[in-house]
């Protein structure tokens, strides 16, 4: 096995500060400063630009595998263009391992944190319902899911060959309006948050795979999505300190976390010295590139001597003002360890352009700007990690197809589990849903087919049942059909996906367009139920998603249930786009299931009531 013999001699003739620096072997800089960095490879074409190149990568090419060797770069993250199915997944990621450029197991990265932001493919990995589901279970069940669906992610990820997941997510969401976290948090109380990120993140890395607590300083309450802006916040010290901060400096202290993922927010309270954009402009220095939060704050006040890795650098966060090359240097001496995606590497120029970028830090090291002795030691405990995971006693993995029926239970029984009545149910339960003619409202077409699917789940066949998409409305069938029903679901989706669900920005750039915003989307199956309550017809509205929008039916809605999640398993012959929330529900309206979960958030109504 290759070592890095060097590290030792080189962190000792550093030690003379700049005299050493003029005077570093800049190949064995090159080897730390290639450990530092981590790289995607989504897409990949030979020939052609970056911007027109689509294809998915599942099978690693030979310029990749090279650029890994002879680049010596230490981790790859992986996002669902790569993860088609256990078989290929398996075969690239045995691949990437042989690319390693020191025989030490590369660091293999995903966001799996389960909900709607989940790269492997569901047909054999469920994603279960998310976190702010799992905060829905404290109260009935302690931390029992926090610590069964790390478990289950981390078995999921360790089948494949993955390593490292970039999961649980600390952020306090106590911004309803936030774009970005919203339900990939596990509320709005930093103790429960707390209590059950630690519990995630140890069953994760009790399981044998690397846990990452993000997004550090705190993403909880920013109106923008940093993978579009830079968001700021702008909570004084003491309410970082409550509500941001708490979560990780309780984990940090107890549970060890093997990374901290920063955040590309700037937090004046932290942090209001300013940088040099790209266009000349100044600007509060975001937390990924601040030495105050990334080395004074995180490793010095709060003890952290694990790794701290950047969110993807090719964010708009980040991207918007500085060039990659600035933006890997800036993080470098703020005290990250690792830069991730410096660029979206999708042709062989792009490789070229991260070689050159390896070349401008190097300078920078020699120039002063960097320090040679933090960068040896960064890399050291980098090395340290990837050794750490080459002595690792494999895991003992149960078969794919037992996994699986594991997997699939435990996400019924967290969906059931999380369902939340909120407010008053002025509804008689259980209902006789046979003996009813039902009009749904669904989101889209898909989901009026889950709806479907869980009626016929539990044998019920209604007098009649309808179904209005919210994607391709024609309202005056919808107010026919809601004329003739005894009872109107109404069900949303809200708010708009992100990029991080997705992947990165491109993704969300290539969605479709809706005919209805989801904005549009709401207003309407609001005006719809209330035409429904003034025919005297019973109503239910269900939030798929977040549960903040369920304020404003109030009066519209004789019964108002959060889910929290609307993942749907895939189309098989035997049920189509069926869901275990949609399940749920209609367990739960039959009188089969208690709904046991209580909101983690706090609802807050426009005459400022609270739930």
């Known amino acids: 096995m290759k070592q890095y013999a060097l590290l030792l001699a080189v962190m000792t003739l550093s030690a003379g500060g700049c005299m050493g ?24 074409c030979a020939e052609g630009s970056s911007a027109e190149c689509k294809s998915d990568v599942t099978v690693l090419p030979k310029e990749f595998a090279d650029a890994i060797t002879q680049l010596h770069l230490g981790g790859v993250i992986l996002f669902a263009n790569n993860l088609k199915d256990k078989t290929q997944i398996r075969r690239l990621t045995a691949d990437l391992q042989q690319a390693s450029s020191d025989g030490l197991p590369l660091l293999l990265g995903i966001d799996q944190e389960g909900g709607r932001v989940a790269r492997l493919p569901v047909a054999d990995f469920p994603a279960f319902a998310g976190n702010m589901a799992i905060g829905a279970t404290l109260a009935a069940s302690g931390t029992h899911y926090a610590t069964e669906v790390g478990k289950a992610i981390a078995l999921q990820l360790s089948s494949l060959g993955i390593n490292l997941n970039f999961a649980p997510s600390l952020d306090v969401n106590n911004n309803p309006a936030n774009p970005v976290i919203n339900v990939r948090s596990y509320g709005d109380n930093a103790a429960a948050v707390a209590q059950a990120g630690g519990a995630m993140l140890s069953a994760m890395q009790q399981a044998g795979v690397l846990g990452t607590i993000k997004h550090f300083p705190g993403h909880g309450d920013t109106h923008v999505d940093s993978h579009t802006g830079l968001p700021l916040v702008e909570h004084d010290r003491a309410t970082v300190e409550a509500v941001d901060l708490y979560p990780f400096r309780q984990l940090i202290k107890a549970h060890q976390p093997a990374m901290v993922m920063t955040a590309h927010i700037q937090y004046p309270a932290l942090d209001n ?70 660029y979206e590497m999708k042709t062989p120029s792009d490789i070229q352009a991260l070689a050159v970028l390896i ?19 960064s890399a050291e405990r980098i090395v340290r990690l990837r050794q750490q995971l080459g002595k690792a006693q494999p895991q003992t993995l149960v078969a794919d197809d037992q996994r699986l029926a594991a997997d699939i239970e435990l996400e019924q029984r967290l969906a059931q589990d999380s369902l939340t009545v909120v407010g008053e ?27 479907l699917e869980a009626l016929s789940l539990w044998g019920i066949k209604p007098k ?53 915003t ?4 709401k207003q309407l199956l609001l005006q719809l139920l209330q ?39 895939p189309h098989t012959a035997a049920r189509a786009f069926s869901g275990p929330a949609y399940d749920a529900v209609v367990a739960f309206l039959l009188g089969k299931i208690q709904a046991r979960g209580q909101l983690p958030v706090s609802l807050v109504t426009k005459d400022g009531t609270a739930h």
């Open 359 to 377: 070349d401008e830090v190097v300078a920078a090291v020699q120039q002063g700007k960097l320090d040679s002795r933090e960068i040896a030691q």
């Open 425 to 451: 149910n002025k509804l008689k339960l259980p209902l006789d849903l046979a003996a009813l003619r039902l009009h749904l409202i669904a989101p889209d077409p898909t989901k009026c087919q889950s709806w």
């Open 273 to 342: 010295s300013s940088l040099i954009t790209k266009s000349g402009e100044a600007v509060i220095k975001p937390a990924t590139l601040s030495r105050a939060i990334l080395t004074d704050l995180l490793r010095d006040d709060m003890g952290f001597d694990g790794i701290v890795i950047t969110d993807a650098l090719n964010m708009a966060g980040i991207s918007q003002f500085f060039d990659p090359a600035q933006a890997v240097i800036e993080t470098f001496a703020a005290g990250a360890d690792i830069a991730l995606m410096p």
């Open 21 to 44: 620096q003029k005077t570093l072997d800049q190949q064995e800089l090159r080897r730390q400063i290639g450990q530092k960095l981590m790289i995607d490879l989504r897409h990949f």
């Open 518 to 521: 989801v904005a549009e989307q």
């Open 531 to 569: 035409q429904a309550k003034a025919q005297g017809k019973n109503t239910v509205m269900v939030s798929l998603r977040t549960p903040y929008e369920l304020t404003d039916f109030a009066v519209a809605a004789d019964l108002r249930l959060a889910t929290y999640s609307y993942n749907q398993r």
């Open 464 to 516: 009649s049942v309808s179904c209005s998409d919210l994607t391709s409305f024609e309202q005056s069938m919808a107010v026919q059909q809601i004329h003739q029903a005894d009872l109107v679901l109404g069900s949303l989706i809200s708010p708009v996906q992100s990029a991080a669900e997705l992947g990165v920005l491109a993704d969300l750039q290539a969605l479709p367009a809706m005919k209805l």
